[in-house]
Structures are given as structure tokens and as C-alpha cells.
């Protein structure tokens, strides 16, 4: 049974760091896309950050605009994990984060081509609090 779980969240004040871990049980994903989403309350599920294999063995990243330069997703395939270190926060970064996988990421460059139909395995989330 594959399991996502996210771990991490919390309540913090404008411009501190949080770190959101998400530990995949089941089995290996090192090849597939794993993602970030979230969601905050009153709007959609929204892409956030993600990670791909690559053919050049290489993890390739994505971040949607308003996160670049302040976000960074990595991986540690020793524990199935993939982590989101989160620095600089913002209020309006107050959302619900999910962490997603997929066996085939999407097609094409762009970071919009991400979308929560598109993921096969979800985590449950884990509350993100950024107050001013």
C-alpha cells in the first residue's frame, strides 16, 4: 500500500523558515515526479514546487512564480523522502501542503503544466501558518 506522509507544518511568524518533509512507504520513488502542492482555505489546490527524474540522471526542479528564490525542493532517496525547505514566508503562504507523486510527470517546460489531476499518490497535508 503506497503512503505519503507529510510532517513539519506549524504556525510561524513573516519571514521565518519552515522545512515540510514527506516520507513515501510502499515503494520506490525515485523515478517518479513528487511534488508539493497546497491549498488555502476558500481557493483550489494549487501547484507549488516538484521534482523529475531526468534521462541525463539528473533531478530537474519546478516552482510556480510567487515561491522561486524562496523555495527549494530536494530529495533524499535513502528514505523515500522529498522535503521543502520554505524561507522568507509570507501570510499569504498560509496554506494546507500536500505532497503528491506521479509515475510520468507531465509534458513540456513549463511550471503551469502541473496539476493536481495529474497525480497519482497523495499525502493528507500538513497546516502551513504564516502570520504578519
Known amino acids: 500500500q503506497v503512503q505519503l506522509v507529510e510532517s513539519g507544518g506549524g504556525s510561524v511568524q513573516a519571514g521565518a523558515s519552515v522545512r515540510l518533509s514527506c516520507v513515501a512507504s510502499g515503494r520506490t520513488f525515485s523515478t517518479y515526479a513528487m511534488a508539493w502542492f497546497r491549498q488555502a482555505p476558500g481557493k483550489e489546490r494549487e501547484f507549488v514546487a516538484a521534482?523529475?527524474?531526468?534521462?541525463?540522471?539528473?533531478?530537474?526542479?519546478d516552482y510556480t512564480e510567487s515561491v522561486k528564490g524562496r523555495f527549494t525542493i530536494f530529495r533524499d532517496n535513502a528514505v523515500n523522502a522529498v522535503n521543502l525547505q520554505m524561507n522568507s514566508l509570507k501570510p499569504e503562504d498560509t496554506a494546507v501542503y500536500y505532497c503528491?507523486?506521479?509515475?510520468?510527470?507531465?509534458?513540456?517546460?513549463?511550471?503551469?503544466?502541473?496539476?493536481?489531476?495529474?497525480?497519482?499518490?497523495w499525502g493528507k497535508g500538513t497546516l502551513v501558518t504564516v502570520s504578519s
Open positions: 521534482t523529475t527524474w531526468r534521462a541525463t540522471n539528473r533531478y530537474y526542479a
Open positions: 503528491a507523486a506521479a509515475k510520468s510527470p507531465p509534458l513540456g517546460t513549463s511550471s503551469t503544466r502541473w496539476s493536481p489531476n495529474g497525480m497519482d499518490y
